[in-house]
C-alpha cells in the first residue's frame, strides 16, 4: 500500500493535510514531536471520517530519530512504503536579528530545514524505486517576501523554496513531483498569539485563512491530476502578496 507521511500532523494545516489525504484514500502516517494527545485526536478524526492512520513520534530535528522511526515503520511494514511525503512540520522563534540567539536560530533551522534534507533524503530512495512520489514542502510568506522578526523564519523557508526547485529536476524523471506551498496567515496555534485584528486590516480577503483552505492544494498536488507541475511554489495567502 502506499502510504502518506505527515510531518507536524498534529496540529492546525498538518492535521487538515492527514484529514484530506486521508479522505483521498491514502492510509496516513502522523508524525508529531510531542504533543501526543493532539497526535491522537487527528488520529480519531481520520478514523471517524472512515480512513486509516497511525501514529509515527519523532523529532524532525534528529537525524537519529528519523533513521529509527522510518526503520522501524518500514519493518512492520514490509509490503508497504511512503509514496507521499509532506514535509510540514515547523516552528517560530521570532526576534529582531539584533537580538536574536543562537538557540532560535539554530532551532528553526534545524527543524525547518535540516529536518526536511534529513527525512526527504531517507524516504526518496523507496519513491525513486517504485518510479512515483509527491513531495509537499510548507514554506511561507515569509520565506518568499521575507519578513522582519524573522530573520530565522525566513531563511529556513526560503532554503526550502530553493530546495524543491532543485530536487524537483532532480526527480522529475522518475514521476516524483517536488512543490512547496506558501501559506499566508493562518488560523493555528502557531499565529495566535499574532493581534489578528490589526493584521487582517492588510490582508486584502480581509481575514486569516483555514487550515482546511490550505490542505485543499496539498491533496490537489499529490493528486494524479497534478503530475505534470512540479518545482513550483503556491501561495494561500487571500492576496496578501502576490
Ligand atoms: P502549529 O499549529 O504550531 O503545529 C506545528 C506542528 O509541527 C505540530 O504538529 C508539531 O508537533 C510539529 N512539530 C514542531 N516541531 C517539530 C519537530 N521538531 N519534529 C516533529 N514535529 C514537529 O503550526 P501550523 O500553523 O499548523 O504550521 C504548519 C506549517 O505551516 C509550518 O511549517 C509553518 O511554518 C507553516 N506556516 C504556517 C503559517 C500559519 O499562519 N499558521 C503560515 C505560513 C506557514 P507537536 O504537536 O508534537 O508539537
Request: net charge negative.
Amino acid at each position: 500500500m502506499k502510504y502518506a507521511l505527515v510531518t507536524g500532523g498534529s496540529r492546525g494545516i498538518g492535521r487538515a493535510v492527514c484529514l484530506r489525504l486521508a479522505a483521498l484514500g491514502y492510509p496516513v502516517i502522523i508524525n508529531y514531536k510531542s504533543n501526543s494527545g493532539a497526535a491522537a485526536e487527528t488520529k480519531q478524526a481520520v478514523e471517524e471520517a472512515g480512513g486509516h492512520a497511525e501514529l509515527l513520534q519523532f523529532d524532525l530535528s534528529s537525524q537519529e530519530q528519523i533513521e529509527q522511526a522510518i526503520e522501524s515503520w518500514q519493518e512492520a511494514h514490509k509490503e508497504d512504503h511512503i509514496a507521499v511525503l509532506v514535509n510540514n512540520a515547523g516552528i517560530r522563534r521570532d526576534n529582531l536579528m539584533v537580538f536574536m540567539q543562537n538557540d532560535d536560530w539554530n532551532s528553526v533551522i534545524d527543524t525547518s530545514l535540516n529536518g526536511f534534507f534529513y527525512i526527504t533524503r531517507r524516504l526518496l530512495k523507496y519513491m525513486m524505486t517504485n518510479r512515483w512520489g509527491r513531495i509537499v514542502n510548507m514554506t511561507s510568506l515569509s520565506g518568499i517576501k521575507g519578513l522582519p522578526g524573522q530573520t530565522n523564519y525566513s531563511a529556513a523557508k526560503a532554503a526550502l523554496i530553493g530546495a524543491t526547485k532543485a530536487l524537483a529536476q532532480e526527480v522529475a524523471a522518475r514521476n516524483i513531483t517536488v512543490n512547496a506551498v506558501a501559506p499566508g496567515f493562518i488560523a493555528t496555534d502557531m499565529t495566535k498569539d499574532l493581534p489578528e485584528d490589526e493584521l487582517r486590516k492588510m490582508i486584502p480577503a480581509g481575514r486569516f485563512g483555514q487550515p482546511d483552505e490550505v490542505a485543499a492544494i496539498v491533496g490537489f498536488l499529490v493528486s494524479d491530476e497534478a503530475s505534470y507541475i512540479t518545482g513550483e511554489v503556491i501561495s494561500v495567502n487571500g492576496g496578501l502578496y502576490t
